[in-house]
């Protein structure tokens, strides 16, 4: 009878202990597979470069860097608005789609390692009718309420922006 339970009990160890084992490489496949973070506030360093032109339509690219150590990830659209001098607020409404650039690759996430970068194509028109004088454009790159403000002089009709979705391409300028 003891050597019965002997073998009952180191059965179960045995048992218990590959359990244990297969738990354990459960979680590192698990952890291995997980997915890159959101990008966090002050990670990113946002930029308006270049400039598109042709007859009353106007553009250039938005640019922002991954300056954090970590990858991580940003989709769809960056939160836009214009302030005029004195960083008084202007009137900005948002259109997300094609422009008369560049056409729209439509919201989806894009991975960035630390110093890659992600583009969206930002158009507006100047015909002179309403024309909002902006300075500045507050940029937030994931949409959230953490921005930055870059230099933007531009006269456009009726504080009216139209921008794509991020992308690893960047639009072309003239």
């Not at 160890?13 to 590192?28: C, I, N, Y």
């Not at 930029?47 to 991580?72: I, P, R, Y």
């Not at 302030?83 to 996430?109: C, D, L, M, Q, R």
């Not at 456009?156 to 794509?164: A, F, I, P, Y």
Request: charge should be positive; proline fraction near 3%.
């Amino acid at each position: 009878m003891r050597a019965l339970i002997a073998v009952v009990a180191a059965a179960s160890v045995v048992v218990l202990g590959g359990a244990g084992v297969a738990s354990a490489t459960t979680a590192t496949v698990h952890t291995a597979t997980s997915k890159a973070a959101a990008c966090q506030p002050g990670t990113l360093k946002a930029v308006v470069t270049g400039t598109q032109a042709e007859m009353s339509s106007f553009g250039t690219v938005l640019k922002v860097t991954n300056t954090g150590k970590a990858t991580c990830t940003i989709s769809g659209y960056a939160g836009l608005a214009l302030e005029g001098s004195g960083h008084k607020a202007i009137k900005t409404t948002v259109k997300h789609g094609s422009t008369y650039f560049t056409k729209n690759p439509g919201a989806h996430t894009v991975t960035l390692k630390h110093g890659q970068s992600a583009y969206a194509d930002l158009a507006w028109t100047r015909t002179g009718t309403h024309t909002a004088n902006a300075k500045y454009l507050q940029i937030a790159p994931t949409g959230s309420n953490s921005h930055s403000t870059v230099g933007f002089s531009h006269p456009l009709d009726n504080g009216v922006l139209t921008e794509t979705a991020w992308s690893t391409s960047r639009p072309k300028t003239n």
